[in-house]
Structure formats: structure tokens, C-alpha cells
Nanobody, 117 residues
Framework: QVRLVESGGGLAQPGESLRLSCAAY????????MSWYRQAPGNDRELVAR????????NYADSVKGRFTISRDDAENTVYLQMNSLKPDDTGLYYC??????????WGQGTQVTVSS
């Protein structure tokens, strides 16, 4: 069964760190651009970070630059999002996405991140 499974979310205090993982099943990630999105209640889903197929290029939302790092381990078929210096505004449901022209696009089911004191 083809799917993406996120994990690593939870409750964190402001200033703390969390590491999200996104594991692929039924297909190989190395053929895909991988992204992390998040959606807070009442807001649209927004792009947080993206990494190219070979990992040579990354880009980030302005709100997370310098705090979040996206990485990929194609041998493990997994993408990560290291989130440092968390803020309450980082609260939301975090999704990973796999996309590549000419191939199906896949979304995970999401993992909740809550930042609160």
C-alpha cells in the first residue's frame, strides 16, 4: 500500500525542539521532491520547507528560516524536519508531501505539533 506516515509530533514548550519524520511505504522517495506543510486551525495549509530530489537545494518559509531544517535519507526512505526554537505560532498539523512531475502526488495523514507553555 502506497502511503506516507508522519511521526514525531507532540507538545513542546516555547524554545524547545521537535524532530518530525515522514516514512514512505510502497514507493521510493528518491524520485520525489519532498515537502513539509502545516495547517493551523482556521488557516490555509502553508508550505514550511522543501527539499529537492538529490537534497542539493532546500527552501523554507520566512517564518521558520534559521530554526527549521529539512533533510532526507533516501536509504531509509524517510524525510525529516528538525524544528528548533519552537514558537506558539508553529502550532499546527504537519503534513509531508511527495511530488514529481509525471508521477502521482502523495500526502501523509499529518502529525500534530502544539507549542505552549
Amino acid at each position: 500500500q502506497v502511503r506516507l506516515v508522519e511521526s514525531g509530533g507532540g507538545l513542546a514548550q516555547p524554545g524547545e525542539s521537535l524532530r518530525l519524520s515522514c516514512a514512505a511505504y510502497g514507493f521510493t522517495l528518491d524520485q520525489y521532491v519532498m515537502s513539509w506543510y502545516r495547517q493551523a486551525p482556521g488557516n490555509d495549509r502553508e508550505l514550511v520547507a522543501r527539499i529537492t530530489r538529490n537534497g542539493a537545494s532546500t527552501n523554507y518559509a520566512d517564518s521558520v528560516k534559521g530554526r527549521f531544517t529539512i533533510s532526507r535519507d533516501d536509504a531509509e526512505n524517510t524525510v525529516y524536519l528538525q524544528m528548533n526554537s519552537l514558537k506558539p505560532d508553529d502550532t499546527g498539523l504537519y503534513y509531508c508531501k511527495a511530488n514529481q512531475m509525471g508521477r502521482p502526488t502523495y500526502w501523509g495523514q499529518g502529525t500534530q505539533v502544539t507549542v505552549s507553555s
